[in-house]
Every structure is written in structure tokens, then in C-alpha cells.
């Protein structure tokens, strides 16, 4: 997997004060789409052991403390991802479970293979759907079309 952003402090995507993995791979080519950049999977940079240490270490250090993190994209469900993504939220859970961990997908709920679902297990909200131009709507929180629902697992 790539990425293709990491923000230790961040407070726009989710809430309070959190660590946010932008991720490289989506198939979903929403119209309006305000993140293309991240469509191909080979973008980025590559997500390493080193990567993974960094985001446990950031949750965990206290000098800035972090509700919990935030994983969107491009798609962290995206197939070729979801090995990776699988690893890093167990890893997480693991070693800071006080954290809550928020991720975006472009895929609804209901439609996750066995292998997307496995990663639900160590969420705790799930925003799904794709972004829908017609349906958008700037005021909604944490969501950019009134399509897409929060979904606390
Ligand atoms: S799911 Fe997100 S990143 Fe993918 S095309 Fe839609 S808006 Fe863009």
C-alpha cells in the first residue's frame, strides 16, 4: 500500500484532535472528486513498518493528546489495501485501544466483501458511500454528500 499524506495533529477530519493517513488507491471516480491525486495506488510514498510505528508512537505520546486517528483517501478499502489497512487498525487497537479509529470509504456498508468486513471489526465508525456532486452538501460534518451515512460500529 501507499500513501499519500500523514498529518500527526489534525483536527478538520473527525473529531477533536487527531493523527490522519490520507492513503494512495480508489476505484470509485466520484464526479467532483477533490482528491484525484489520490486515485492511483502507486502514488505516494510507500507505507512501511516505519510508518506504522510512527502513528502508534504519535497516538500514544501525551505531550499532544490525540483522540484517536483518522484513515481516508483515496480508499483504505480499496482491495490491494486492505491487507495493509487490516494490520495497521489491529495494530493500533493493540497498543492505544482508548484511541477511536474513524475511516472513510467509497463503498457502502452493505456491499464489503469478507475481507473489507474483517477490518470493521477493529473501527469504531465507518463513514461510507461515494461522494455524490449532486447530493453535496458543505454543511454536513464529516461528510461530503447527504448520501453517505456515519456509521458507529
Ligand atoms: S471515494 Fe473519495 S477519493 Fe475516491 S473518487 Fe470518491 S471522493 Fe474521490
Given at each position: 500500500m501507499n500513501y499519500h499524506q500523514y498529518f500527526p495533529v489534525d483536527v478538520v477530519n473527525g473529531?477533536?484532535?487527531r493523527a490522519t493517513l490520507f492513503v494512495s488507491g480508489c476505484e470509485h471516480q466520484c464526479r467532483g472528486c477533490y482528491n484525484q491525486s489520490t486515485w492511483s495506488p502507486d502514488k505516494g510514498h510507500h507505507f512501511d513498518e516505519a510508518m506504522v510505528n510512527r502513528i502508534i508512537a504519535d497516538l500514544t505520546d501525551?505531550?499532544?493528546?490525540?483522540?484517536g486517528l483518522s484513515i481516508s483517501?483515496?480508499?483504505p478499502?480499496?482491495?490491494a489495501n486492505v491487507a495493509a489497512i487490516l494490520d495497521l487498525v489491529k495494530r493500533v487497537k493493540q497498543a492505544a485501544p482508548d484511541k477511536d479509529i474513524w475511516m472513510w470509504t467509497g463503498?457502502?456498508?452493505s456491499e464489503l466483501n469478507q475481507q473489507q468486513q474483517a477490518v470493521l471489526a477493529y473501527i469504531d465508525v465507518l463513514v461510507d458511500g461515494k461522494f455524490e456532486q449532486e447530493l453535496a452538501d458543505p454543511s454536513l460534518?464529516?461528510?461530503g454528500s447527504?448520501?453517505?451515512v456515519i456509521h458507529h460500529l
Open positions: 473529531p477533536g484532535t501525551n505531550r499532544i493528546k490525540r483522540r483517501g483515496g480508499d478499502l480499496f482491495p463503498y457502502v456498508l460534518p464529516y461528510c447527504s448520501n453517505q
